[in-house]
């Protein structure tokens, strides 16, 4: 086994602040286009149903998933074969060409059916991007040092946390001071100028960064694809399987703004407000669980958490059906911002530890985003489809229960085949 030596702290340091910075910006453009759909909708899809223009938009958001297993074995290839850092320079730039493309498109009343079809073009750039950036970003921090990979890792998600938060920071600031009719003709356009305007930072940081101490010492493989799918094909089910729940759970709390403006009746700006307090959560409080883990174990934290994800999402939604209003809303996006948080602090490193240096950061990328594509990608449209096809809007909440039970014993298989804790 090769033995990584520990990068110094001030590399250290940089690499975290490389792989969060790109990080939150490429999740920041993904988040802002589901808590946009709304407006996004009635600007590139023809004028009817504002619930059919809802559905269309996230469907949209659904459909470019489909691309992200490929650009993972793409540039997770890439990142295994030639470095972390390299694919972490290629996947900003692509998602800026992406986040370029939405921002300046005109909508439906200027280029009919070609507006959704730019959109798709823009989205599915994005996504190849996204298909990339995880299990590059995921391996360069767990490989800065063995003994602190699950507070490392945790960088990943905090990252995420951290774009959830300047999203719906954008989104409630902005429906706020605008109207309704602003909002689609220009206002939703504004936090994709702001990614534009922040990407090539985030590229200068990760041009300057050190690359990964693990690729520095490991021989160069011939084929990382062929590696994973004749010699991980457990990894692949233990790492997306772990991560069904945090997926599902995260598009869930995507979408309960849109929840609560739709179904429940609230302020638009109210209900990106309690989103904004859920991205504080998983921001703060997510390293700090990963200092805990790499203290305490893994999967001792991990299980309970996915359990009482289980267990709360039907009470909770049930409370939030029966007493809407934006407290019940903020306080039910809070318990499970927090549940979230503590679940998948540790995740990326338990997801790490099932494959190998030379073929980790195609089965991350590869197992992430299948999962991902599966259970987080079409999640909000699940989630709306559920509640009309059923008319119950607890409906979502059963879909979740299903996630952590998937979840649960794939951290079982973890333990008693890899040996993971």
Avoid at 27 to 42: Q, S
Wanted: aromatic share 10%; net charge positive.
């Amino acid at each position: 086994m090769t033995t990584v030596t520990p990068a110094p702290r001030v590399s250290t340091k940089r690499a975290i602040a490389a792989a969060t910075i790109g990080n939150a910006l490429e999740w920041f453009d993904l988040a802002v286009y589901a808590l946009m759909a709304v407006y996004i909708g009635k600007a590139f899809f023809p004028p009817g149903d504002p619930g059919v223009q809802v559905v269309q938009a996230y469907a949209v958001f659904g459909v470019t998933y489909l691309i992200r297993p490929l650009g993972g074995l793409v540039l997770g290839a890439y990142a295994d074969r030639h470095g972390r850092k390299k694919a972490l320079m290629v996947t900003i730039w692509l998602m800026l060409i992406g986040t370029l493309l939405i921002a300046i498109m005109p909508g439906y009343a200027t280029l009919g059916i070609f507006a959704p079809m730019g959109i798709v073009v823009a989205r599915l750039i994005q996504g190849f991007a996204a298909g990339g950036e995880f299990g590059a970003a995921t391996s360069f921090l767990v490989e800065q040092n063995e003994k602190r990979k699950s507070l490392l890792g945790s960088f990943q998600f905090a990252s995420q946390g951290l774009s959830t938060l300047m999203a719906a920071g954008f989104a409630a600031g902005l429906t706020a001071v605008l109207s309704q009719q602003q909002m689609v003709e220009w206002g939703w356009r504004v936090p994709f100028v702001f990614g534009l305007l922040v990407g090539p930072v985030g590229y200068y940081i990760r041009r300057h960064v050190d690359e990964s101490p693990a690729m520095t010492q490991q021989a160069k493989k011939s084929s990382p694809i062929r590696t994973v799918f004749r010699d991980h094909w457990a990894g692949l089910l233990i790492a997306g399987g772990a991560l069904v729940v945090s997926t599902a759970l995260n598009f869930i709390l995507q979408y309960m703004p849109t929840f609560g403006i739709k179904e429940l009746g609230l302020d638009d700006s109210l209900s990106f407000v309690a989103l904004f307090i859920t991205g504080v959560i998983l921001t703060v409080v997510t390293p700090v669980v990963g200092l805990l883990a790499d203290r305490f174990g893994r999967l001792r934290i991990m299980v309970p958490s996915a359990v009482l994800i289980g267990v709360s999402a039907v009470p909770l939604f049930v409370w939030l059906t029966t007493a809407p209003s934006f407290l019940t809303l903020a306080l039910c996006m809070t318990i499970l911002g927090l549940l979230k948080a503590v679940y998948f602090a540790a995740l990326p490193s338990v997801m790490s530890d099932a494959f190998t240096v030379d073929a980790r950061a195609t089965g991350l990328s590869f197992s992430y985003n299948m999962a991902v594509g599966v259970f987080g990608g079409f999640t909000p449209t699940i989630a709306a489809a559920l509640i009309a096809g059923t008319g119950s809007q607890t409906s979502p909440a059963y879909y979740l229960l299903a996630a952590s039970l998937l979840s649960v014993g794939a951290l079982a298989a973890a333990s008693r085949t890899r040996g993971i804790r």
